[in-house]
């Protein structure tokens, strides 16, 4: 493993390995609006088996929030983490709220009340007593809230209970709200092959700032493991029916997008890497802000991520081709 390839949190100064474990899919099954809002069932001694191994492994930054599997994510990491904490970066996201037994969720609250609430019940979650990032889920909010919620988590910088706190959202307006505060330190956005976001990458990075990337993998589908047979059941949020999902309508793959990885698949799995350490490598690539947090449930997932930084990121004459491939398509 490369121990010199770090990350650091923007201006908090946190040191992170370059790349994150995005927990969303080992919270287990869970519902919103009615439809299966998880990855399918999951088994939690592997979760917990994946996450040891990513730590020795050097990877030592978690990504999760407390509506994945309706507090079940959080759960299963505070188990995982147990006599480690001090070797670990915890980021969580909230805003969310639901019911833990029903694993169902009902809508946002963004009250400075519940927020207290809810970041006491992920520590409690996680047995720890602080949080290292603790995020805004709720990605387009009015801007009217965010001095409200930002006032909140400043309070608990002062408290203890978190270190520094972020936004996940693609909107710059809102990133550029959060970015006055000097106690916030990351912006989560989408990043990937197939959905670059050239200005809030800049952002960031000229505001000394994370990029905390999700979906770095788009859902997967840069795995390579799908074709135009391929159909996700509807207990995959894949398949669920969410209108917001991108790259699969009805549990298939779309097919731009098969076609896309296709015209750009040689140059991702060049010098030896797999399409997933590609897929990483390229948003490496774009910036030395970027940190992707892509998701696993399997042990064997973590390790192929992991093996990315032995690669590190890709040339800039190999960023410039696939822009150029994927620009003309």
């Not at 927020?115 to 709720?138: G, M, P, W």
């Not at 197939?194 to 990458?201: E, G, H, I, K, Y």
């Not at 064997?300 to 990315?308: C, G, I």
Request: aromatic content about 10%.
């Amino acid at each position: 493993m490369n121990q010199e390839f770090k990350r650091k949190l923007g201006r908090s100064g946190i040191e992170v390995s370059p790349l994150g474990l995005g927990c969303w899919a080992i919270g287990g099954p869970f519902f919103y609006a009615g439809m299966y809002d998880g990855w399918g069932d999951v088994d939690d001694a592997e979760s917990i088996k994946a996450i040891h191994r990513a730590l020795e492994l050097g990877i030592n930054f978690l990504d999760t929030a407390d509506c994945y599997g309706v507090g079940h994510s959080e759960e299963i990491i505070g188990k995982a983490i147990a006599g480690k904490r001090n070797n670990i970066v915890l980021a969580t996201k909230f805003g969310n709220f639901g019911n833990e037994t029903t694993k169902t969720l009902y809508g946002v609250n963004l009250t400075p009340d519940y927020i207290e609430r809810a970041c006491d019940a992920s520590l409690k979650r996680f047995n720890t007593d602080y949080i290292d990032v603790y995020q805004l889920h709720e990605g387009n909010i009015l801007i009217s809230d965010v001095e409200t919620v930002c006032m909140t988590l400043d309070e608990l910088v002062k408290k203890g209970k978190i270190r520094t706190y972020g936004w996940s959202t693609d909107f710059i307006d809102g990133a550029k709200l959060f970015a006055e505060r000097p106690n916030c330190s990351v912006i989560q956005h989408c990043l990937n092959v197939f959905n670059d976001a050239p200005q809030l990458v800049e952002f960031c990075k000229n505001s000394d700032l994370a990029s905390i990337n999700r979906s770095p993998l788009a859902m997967g589908f840069l795995t390579g493991k799908f074709n135009a047979e391929s159909l996700l059941p509807k207990d995959d949020v894949r398949g669920a029916g969410h209108s917001w999902i991108q790259y699969f309508k009805d549990g298939k793959p779309v097919p731009e997008f098969l076609d896309k990885l296709n015209s750009v698949k040689e140059i991702l799995t060049s010098n030896g890497r797999t399409l997933v350490q590609g897929a990483i490598a390229w948003i490496w690539g774009k910036s030395d802000s970027t940190i992707p947090i892509p998701g696993f449930k399997t042990t064997k997932q973590v390790e192929e991520n992991a093996k990315a930084i032995n690669f590190g990121p890709l040339s800039k004459n190999q960023m410039d081709e696939i822009e150029g491939i994927l620009s003309k398509g």
